[in-house]
């Protein structure tokens, strides 16, 4: 797999991932580049200098910055390790049902990332997975987040309510976020791009969250919906 872009290029060298190769734009003199290069001859990985050119050809994202890396496949993490975390220490896990854009899912990579949150859950089928343009759009963030690839959310979903977590979806019609009170671990499903949280899955849920709305328009990105509503569970939950 390959990472472009100097903020993802770092946090992969800051974080545990195996970097198989990196390759570099000859002739960067700026401070940010120069720690990236000296970050990654400190972890003994051999850097390939080359021309612009030869960057652009072989950027997927065509937007490297200077760097690209390439890791071995990315790892997912194991639900049980998620749900242990949320329970000990009351951190949300978000379960995403349906993403398909890898660039929401990207965003709410960055999100789960800035909230601390447990992890991140997806769907095996019918789901955007982890690749270049995810990494990419996550700046950095994927190298830091949680993620478990389930073969069924509903199964999660059930998983997380025997082990006493609290599961919410959010979506439109359900009771007002910011009168709902925190005080356990939960878990948030965030629902596809244009079709939000299935109904089976919205009924295995303990409650449904709405976010109030007081434009013309009813609905959020879900990236944009996933901050809102995590970073309200924080605050319910004193964190």
Do not use: W
Request: aromatic share 4%; hydrophobic share 40%.
């Amino acid at each position: 797999m390959k990472i472009e872009g100097r903020n993802a290029v770092y946090e992969a060298l800051k974080s545990d991932s195996t970097i198989d190769r990196l390759v570099v734009q000859r002739a960067l003199k700026d401070p940010a580049s120069q720690n990236i290069i000296n970050l990654a001859r400190d972890k003994g990985v051999k850097i390939n200098f080359v021309d612009k050119d030869a960057l652009d050809r072989e950027s997927i994202t065509k937007r490297h910055q200077g760097f690209i890396c390439s890791v071995t496949d990315f790892k997912y993490a194991d639900f049980d390790e998620l749900k242990n975390i949320c329970t000990s220490k009351k951190k949300p896990i978000l379960i995403l049902d349906g993403i398909e854009d890898p660039h929401n899912l990207g965003s709410i990579i960055r999100v789960a990332e800035c909230a601390g949150c447990a992890g991140i859950v997806i769907g095996r089928h019918r789901q955007a997975s982890i690749n270049e343009t995810v990494i990419k759009v996550a700046q950095g963030a994927a190298s830091h987040v949680k993620v478990a690839r389930v073969t069924n959310i509903n199964s999660a979903i059930d998983e997380c309510k025997h082990d006493f977590i609290t599961v919410y979806a959010a979506e439109l019609g359900g009771e007002n976020i910011y009168k709902t009170t925190f005080n356990h671990p939960c878990a948030i499903v965030i629902g596809g791009e244009g079709k939000g949280v299935k109904r089976l899955t919205k009924e295995k849920c303990d409650a449904v969250l709405s976010i109030p709305m007081r434009g013309k328009l009813n609905s959020l990105n879900a990236s944009v919906a996933a901050g809102i509503v995590v970073f309200e569970v924080l605050r319910g939950l004193g964190k």
